[in-house]
């Protein structure tokens, strides 16, 4: 017995996203849903499901799929073969290409993110930060926010995720200014950030969703101008580009000497 409504779950999303699903991609990842939704210990509810948890469930998938597989393309491309002017629909469904900061040399970056992932995988501090003594103190005689909270007492202290547990503060990747390549699985389209948009940042993983509201294409460069207003992220993150992360793509761009 069915149990997921394949016209009602197309017709949903296309209602939610704006965006068409291609049939023969919603039929496989039905029956991977199902197949779940077998082996799950309520499956005599299985069959139950109100439609709007089964849409959900086929949009877990879909933000993990990549959106050549999954959805039909919505960009339209003028007589030079570029985009200029999105869908009329008020928003277009895209999935993040390639995401770098073009506000901050590759160099600097690569250096950050280094040090982030090596304060948070194994513990050894950034070369700004002086080196512990034995007993885990600053060695420095720096004051620093720990030794601040030391000479209160007692005293409460909002938690800060800015700083570790020694009061020196975190190894942060910078923001400049992000710019994004997105597809609709067949065109891409460069977009620039104007204005720092908080839901962003330059170690999203490649293929993350999004939905573009607004924006407009900046000419004579064809980019897509962005702001906060314009994108709203979906997540997602397609098990084919998970090697694809941040440190590895600044890597590769820095061995081509780009």
């Known amino acids: 017995m069915t149990m997921i409504d394949r016209a009602g779950v197309t017709a949903g999303i296309k209602r939610k996203y704006g965006v068409s699903i291609r049939p023969q991609w919603l039929e ?24 709007e948890v089964q849409t959900r469930l086929v949009i877990e998938q879909l933000l993990n799929s990549d959106i050549g597989e999954s959805c039909i393309p919505a960009l339209t491309v003028d007589n030079n ?10 928003y277009t469904f895209l999935q993040v290409q390639e995401i770098m900061d073009v506000g901050i040399s590759k160099h600097a970056m690569w250096e950050a993110v280094r040090e982030k992932e090596d304060f948070e995988q194994c513990g050894i501090r950034p070369s700004y930060l002086p080196a512990l003594d034995e007993d885990g103190d600053d060695s420095s005689g720096v004051f620093t926010a720990n030794t601040q909270a030391n000479t209160q007492g007692s005293a409460a202290h909002a938690p800060n995720d800015d700083v570790d547990a020694n009061g020196d503060r975190k190894p942060k990747i910078p923001h400049g200014m992000l710019k994004l390549v997105l597809t609709d699985g067949r065109t891409r389209i460069s977009a620039l950030e104007l204005t720092p948009i908080p839901q962003l940042n330059v170690g999203l993983p490649i ?5 573009v509201k607004g924006g407009q294409f900046m000419q004579p460069t064809g980019l897509l101008s962005l702001d906060a207003d314009g994108i709203q ?26």
């Open 207 to 211: 293929g993350t969703k999004v939905l």
């Open 233 to 258: 992220l979906l997540g997602g993150a397609p098990a084919q580009y998970e090697q694809f992360t941040l440190r590895t793509r600044l890597e590769s761009s820095l061995r081509r000497g780009q």
């Open 81 to 90: 073969n570029q985009v200029n002017r999105l869908p009329g629909t008020p």
């Open 28 to 51: 496989k990842c039905v029956e991977h849903v199902e197949a779940e939704l077998a082996n799950a210990s309520n499956a005599s509810d299985a069959h139950n499901l109100h439609l």
